[in-house]
T-cell receptor, first 113, second 112 residues
């Protein structure tokens, strides 16, 4: 089945620092790719998505580009805020999973003032 | 605009007791899912229902049963709860396979 490997956390940054969370996946065909965010005590929310190669998903200052050649979908933000502290999950929805999402283990991000 | 609603939000059980987690969505989605979230383990799929009338096992189905009651509702039942089932449970729905999931707020279950 599909699989995903996320950057190990936790990640601790100062406010206004640059953020990268790496994500690589294994899936057949051309999966859709998703980043979800989970704030403390809440469910998961869709952060951004990309549905085909070279697409860039973006939302709330976060970006990720669908790289078919490296099977990656790294999450980036130029200047993080304390309010970005959360757990981030990468998830492909690929052919061997029949369109079901496969979640990584999550990366905990803590941003200090 | 309710989205995905789960009940109860918190529950404490004793080993051997049974309970049902309820989930309902109002987005007319075809697929519904139950996940559990444990520290360091990410989200693991318990059961899913690709469409009304069908259910399938996910990654960790042992100790659970599900019912897709109608298009809106998908329940998860623990027949004889065990401490290993202490977890946070999330229900999610999806318009069609390959599209994004919409999650409920979670149900925190503790089995003593």
């Amino acid at each position: 089945g599909d699989s995903v490997t996320q950057m190990e956390g936790p990640v601790t940054l100062s406010e206004e620092a640059f953020l990268t969370i790496n994500c690589t996946y294994t899936a057949t065909g051309y999966p859709s790719l998703f980043w979800y965010v989970q704030y403390p005590g809440e469910g998961l929310q869709l952060l951004l998505k990309a549905t085909k190669a070279d697409d860039k998903g973006s939302n709330k200052g976060f970006e990720a580009t669908y790289r078919k050649e490296t099977t990656s979908f790294h999450l980036e933000k130029g200047s993080v805020q304390v309010s970005d502290s959360a757990v981030y999950f990468c998830a492909p929805a690929g052919g061997t999973s029949y369109g079901k999402l496969t979640f990584g283990q999550g990366t905990i991000l803590t941003v200090h003032p | 605009n309710a989205g995905v609603t789960q009940t109860p939000k918190f529950q404490v059980l004793k080993t051997g007791q049974s309970m049902t987690l309820q989930c309902a969505q109002d987005m007319n989605h075809n697929s519904m899912y139950w996940y559990r979230q444990d520290p360091g383990m990410g989200l693991r799929l318990i059961y899913y229902s690709a469409s009304e009338g069908t259910t399938d096992k996910g990654e960790v189905p042992n100790g659970y049963n599900v019912s897709r009651l109608n298009k809106r509702e998908f329940s998860l039942r623990l027949e004889s709860a065990a401490p290993s089932q202490t977890s946070v449970y999330f229900c999610a729905s999806q318009h069609s396979q390959g599209r994004e999931l919409f999650f409920g707020e979670g149900s925190r279950l503790t089995v003593l």
